[in-house]
């Protein structure tokens, strides 16, 4: 039987909203999504849950198929919707008329089976998926390929700039796995990441144990064994 759990931790110092990760679940369609919004643009916490929402509620897979660009038309006019553009103090207006940013990892299913995974990738948010102590992950797969520049999906621009037409290259990598019974599996933004990979076969007990501990992430930060940045993780044990 398949079991998730999952968990989104802001920054230490920060209150839990003000977290820029977001991650949604649709267990009923199998479909599972994480993102993790640039701490440099504004209300890319919003843009990062509307892209997870929109891939896991509203066929956002079968749309990145058929037409990415249909998927950031859909997500961005959630995003658009989410915030009052003319209650904004000018210098926040600034800034936010430039967009949001963020990274994107969704997985959902092929014939509606977890055995047989597709995955679409923008960024630096990783799948891991463990078999029998063995780690392989997805589409990174060293600490040393987090950098500081990973690609990023744009919302397109905000008020009043909002019906500027907005083409962006998206650098979006696809892979599919097959999955069997007594597999793990791990989404993951970039800090928890980098953690999992250090850390290797026996980072997924790790998390499993402690999903709903903050204590214990906030103790990996003050001891550096983990960046002081926001955790998010999606766990399935299959």
Known sequence: MMEVHSFNFSKS??????TEDSLSINLEKLKFAIADGASDSIFSGQWAFALTNEFVNNNGDEKI????????????????ESINWKGLKWNVKNK??????STFLGISTE?????SLIVHA??????????????????????DQFGIHPSLVWSGYGFPLNNKPF???LNIKQEKFKIVKG???????DAMSKFIMEAGEDSFGLLWDHYNDRTFFDDMRN????????LSAILISF
């Open 96 to 101: 936010a008329v430039r967009g949001a940013y």
């Open 167 to 169: 083409e962006q290259k």
């Open 111 to 115: 014939f509606g089976s977890m055995e």
């Open 13 to 18: 110092g920060n209150n839990p909203e003000e």
């Open 122 to 143: 923008i960024g630096d948010s990783c799948i891991f998926i463990f078999d029998e102590g063995k780690m392989k992950s997805f589409p990174l797969n060293s600490p």
């Open 183 to 189: 597999n793990e599996i791990i989404l993951a933004t």
């Open 65 to 80: 198929k058929n037409d990415i660009r249909q998927f950031i038309r859909d997500s961005r006019k959630m995003w658009y």
């Open 223 to 230: 001891e550096n064994t983990i960046k002081n940045d926001d």
